[in-house]
Nanobody, 122 residues
Framework: QVQLVESGGGLVQAGGSLRLSCVFS????????MGWYRQAPGKQRELVAH???????NYPDSVKGRFTVSRDNAKNTVYLQMNNLKPEDTAVYFC????????????????WGQGTQVTVSS
């Protein structure tokens, strides 16, 4: 079945950058829309980026202009490039394999990575 393995988190200073990776296995990666979420202590899980099987991406205002999601189908990997990081970006970041053939750009799916911690110091 689908498995997702994340990496790339760490500790950075405000204004710095990180690149998260999520490796997909167990099915045909290219047909899955993919999402990135984050969750900070005491806060609700938040969708921060998604990318469709046709490379259409979208972002909420909180990260727009700073984060970029991309995918490499040859490597079965989705990435999240995070630039100009702020302390409020501190959270555990998760990737999600969205529903296939939903008729919409991205719908939350059942498969999650284990999460990777991102900490931004001021």
């Amino acid at each position: 079945q689908v498995q997702l393995v994340e990496s790339g988190g760490g500790l950075v200073q405000a204004g710095g950058s990180l690149r998260l990776s999520c490796v997909f296995s167990g099915s045909t990666f290219s047909v899955y829309p993919m999402g990135w979420y984050r969750q900070a202590p005491g806060k609700q899980r938040e969708l921060v980026a998604h990318i469709t099987s046709t490379n259409s991406a979208n972002y909420p205002d909180s990260v727009k202009g700073r984060f970029t999601v991309s995918r490499d189908n040859a490597k079965n990997t989705v990435y999240l490039q995070m630039n100009n990081l702020k302390p409020e970006d501190t959270a555990v970041y998760f990737c999600n394999a969205g529903r296939t053939y939903s008729g919409r750009p991205y719908v939350l799916g059942d498969y999650w990575g284990q999460g990777t911690q991102v900490t931004v110091s001021s």
